[in-house]
């Protein structure tokens, strides 16, 4: 294991599983001790936290709704008392409920609304106050936003937001060194991403980037984990698509 980033503590929202579970891996396999987040999903992030003990690095599962702001300095506070002071944020958990905007329920809108937009920004004002300086804030928009596609309109809106916080949180964490940049994945061959698909549907999707076929989670794994660690340190309030050339 890479002990660079021994010392270092990293919370991963929504990392019991898919994208999050992989992030969640890398960054213990490069040496951060991992909180690893999750609403209601016990059972995969003890496991996940029990694989990461088990390969010789250092995490702990910490329930939190993003979307509840109580929870979330809940969240920074567990992390702090059980792996140290918090010096990477990754913005993971989200939902990505699909419908024509004429079609689109209320409760689908609050929803995608409450985690991807307000989770995020609950987040970032807990991070604001308790982040380390020197350290990195990781969010997560999405590679659809550049495609328009027809029934992502509430998806995408909420990751709108997500890139205008990022690119305007990086100034205003002025003077500290810290750095914040999201990533936008294309597709990914995650349970999020394949659920409610025909088979028809994937297999488009596969098609789309020039090097046809889907992303992995590790592939966005990998870009996370550049921009948590040193080479990344000039990037900063940034949105980096990684998505095989889709867009």
Known sequence: MNTSNTSRVAIVTGASRGIGSAIAQRLAKDGFAVAVNYASSAGEAEALVAAIRDAGGKAAAVKADVSNPDDVRRMFEHTEQQLGKVDVLVNNAGVMKLA???????????????INVRG??????????RLNDGGRVINFSTSVLALNLPGYGVYVATKAAVEAFTRVFAKELRGRNITVNAVAPGPIATALFLEGKTEEQIANFAKMPPLQRLGEPDDIASVVAFLAGPDAAWVNGQVLRANGGLV
């Open 120 to 129: 995020t920004f609950n987040t970032l004002r807990e991070a604001a106050a």
């Open 100 to 114: 024509p905007i004429a079609e689109a329920q209320d409760a689908m809108f609050e929803q995608t609304f409450d």
